[in-house]
């Protein structure tokens, strides 16, 4: 089971928990390491700037940000375990509040990861006008992986709006978080043209 103390395990063991059908971890999960994955690459990217005292802050908002999003995305995977086992519930009246509940919580996960993947794409573009000018194919990879990120976060989301209002009123759900499934896909495709600008040869 993927829990926060999600940094201490190997690569390998991360993928063939993934191979799993338990859904911890699943894709939110995955997405959240392939952003923080992106982060990483920022800060590298930020350290071959030595010089330059705006790479030096991007390059720690980027760790907080990889361990931030490391941690989230351990508690995603959790959250996605509780809703397979809500979903495999046998039909009763007790299912559909469970589901509906599990739903909640997981959008809450997705959301989390949303949010960060944000502000990731968000200093990816500082450290592309800052960072070193022979670095900037990495910081491509690191913007196309972050835009991964940002997809993974607001297809889980609209996943887990969509399974909550068929189990219940998901009125006050689609109020709180709408507006961030829109800006999660905006950011998606703002971070997929820098990537590809920053990779032009």
């Given at each position: 089971?993927?829990?926060?103390?999600?940094?201490?395990?190997?690569?390998?063991?991360?993928?063939?928990?993934?191979?799993?059908?338990?859904?911890?971890?699943?894709?939110?999960?995955a997405?959240?390491?392939?952003?923080?994955?992106?982060?990483?690459?920022?800060?590298?990217?930020?350290?071959?700037?030595?010089?330059?005292?705006?790479?030096?802050?991007?390059?720690?908002?980027?760790?907080?940000?990889?361990?931030?999003?490391?941690?989230?995305?351990?508690?995603?995977?959790?959250?996605?375990?509780?809703?397979?086992?809500?979903?495999?519930?046998?039909?009763?009246?007790?299912?559909?509040?469970?589901?509906f509940?599990?739903?909640?919580?997981?959008?809450?996960?997705?959301?989390?990861?949303?949010?960060?993947?944000?502000?990731?794409?968000?200093?990816?573009?500082?450290?592309?006008?800052?960072?070193?000018?022979?670095?900037?194919?990495?910081?491509?990879?690191?913007?196309?992986?972050?835009?991964?990120?940002?997809?993974?976060?607001?297809?889980?989301?609209?996943?887990?709006?969509?399974?909550?209002?068929?189990?219940?009123?998901?009125?006050?759900?689609?109020?709180?978080?709408?507006?961030?499934?829109?800006?999660l896909?905006?950011?998606?495709?703002?971070?997929?043209?820098?990537?590809d600008?920053?990779?032009?040869?």
């Open positions: 089971m993927v829990t926060a103390a999600l940094t201490g395990r190997t690569l390998g063991a991360f993928l063939e928990g993934l191979r799993r059908p338990t859904g911890n971890p699943g894709g939110g999960a997405g959240g390491v392939v952003a923080a994955v992106g982060a990483a690459l920022g800060t590298m990217v930020c350290a071959y700037t030595p010089d330059e005292p705006r790479a030096r802050e991007r390059a720690l908002a980027l760790d907080l940000l990889g361990d931030r999003l490391v941690a989230a995305a351990a508690t995603d995977a959790d959250a996605s375990e509780m809703l397979g086992a809500a979903l495999a519930l046998p039909d009763s009246p007790d299912r559909s509040p469970a589901v509940a599990a739903a909640t919580d997981a959008c809450a996960a997705s959301a989390a990861l949303g949010d960060l993947s944000l502000a990731l794409a968000r200093e990816l573009r500082e450290v592309a006008d800052v960072g070193n000018r022979h670095l900037m194919s990495d910081l491509a990879v690191a913007a196309d992986i972050t835009a991964a990120g940002l997809g993974a976060a607001a297809t889980n989301l609209r996943g887990g709006l969509t399974l909550a209002a068929a189990h219940g009123d998901a009125t006050a759900l689609e109020a709180a978080y709408r507006a961030l499934v829109d800006a896909l905006t950011s998606r495709a703002e971070t997929r043209a820098l990537a600008r920053l990779g032009e040869p």
